[in-house]
Structures are given as C-alpha cells and as structure tokens.
C-alpha cells in the first residue's frame, strides 16, 4: 500500500506518519530524511543534490524525483511506502504520479490533514519549550505543572521565536497557495482522503485507520 500524507506543520503529521509506518509496515519517506540520507551515503545523485543545498538553491525537480525513484525501489518500500513532504508542487505531484504508474506503485490514498486555522494558532503559539532538556508543553493542551517551568528538570519554558502568531499565518499561507493546487489536482487522479485534524490525536488516528484498515 503506497500512501501520501500531505498537511501543514503543526497538523500532527510527524507522529501520525510513525504510526501509520508501524502499523502498516510500510516505510515512511520523509523528504529531509531522504534528503539528509542521499547526501550521507556519497551517492551520485545525493552529491549533486549536495551541491544546490550547500549554495542555498532549490534541487531541481528532475533530480528529486530520481531520488524518490532510487528511494521507492529499496527493498523496505516492497510492502508499500508512506510519502511525507514531496510533492511539493504541482510539476512534482506531476513527476510523482508519472513514476508511480512506470514503477507500478500506485497510490492507494492520499491522505489531507485539514487543520482550523485557530486551532493551529493554539498548538503553535501555545508551544513552550524546555531550555534545559527540550522537553515540549503546550500552555493550553499540555501546560506543565508550575507555569514557566519544566515539570522534569525544572528549566525555564520558552517560546521559539518562530512560533508567533503573525509568522504562523504567514506560514500558512504560503502553504495553502502551494498545496491547494495540487490537492485539487491530485483529486481528480486518486482518491484523495480530507482527515480532521484539528480532533484529539485517538480520534485522528481512528480517522486514519477507519480508511486504511481495508486496504493493506
Ligand atoms: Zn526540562
């Protein structure tokens, strides 16, 4: 079963992402990752894509899809793949379609995280963080003990710099200028699933298994 998961940050998709690699044994490809391991291992391909990086340029689609293609034939992807952070745009929801249907690795589902744009604002800009041990709080949904400070070491909560409201909404609007076209785009192609969100994390995850329990 091959899957794409596709939300803004902030829409719990990093911890789903595991969950739904551990239950369904199927490897979990996160484009940084995959990024970060192609360089490490010297490849031809991660040595190039080294090259854009280290001069802060964008890697060009065609070489990112020739990675998501060295990537998605490794033996851990057989029983199927989870695909986190690529596609990116439409020319690469374009290449990624077109390698799936060569490889005859069709996707199963792609699944949407919708997210309240308040809701998000409350799990961003509630986020506290440990400066000692870098433990995480969240003022509203997971407030530590004695406001301000780490209910495990006792270090002092911070709030990142960039976890304020005003670069939140920045944030994401860039993302929904990019991603909505090709949602839409992809919709018309493969059964493209919209999941709350915004809901606790057991009844997300409920969500997810209530679509992908039949289809392993
Ligand atoms: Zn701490």
Redesign the pocket.
Known sequence: MNVLIMGAAGSGKGTLSKKIAEKYKIAHISSGDMFRAAIQSGSELGLTAKQYIDQGRLVPDELTVALIRERITEPDCEKGFLLDGYPRTLPQAKDLLALCEELDKPLAVVLHLEIETAELVSRITGRRI?A????IYNITHQPSKIEGR?D????TLLQRSDDTEERLLVRMQEYEELTRPVIDWLKERVSVIEIDAGASVGEVWQQVQDVLGGTV
């Not at 000692?132 to 433990?135: D, K, P, R, S, Y």
């Open positions: 440990c000692n041990c870098g433990a780490c495990l070491c006792g270090g």
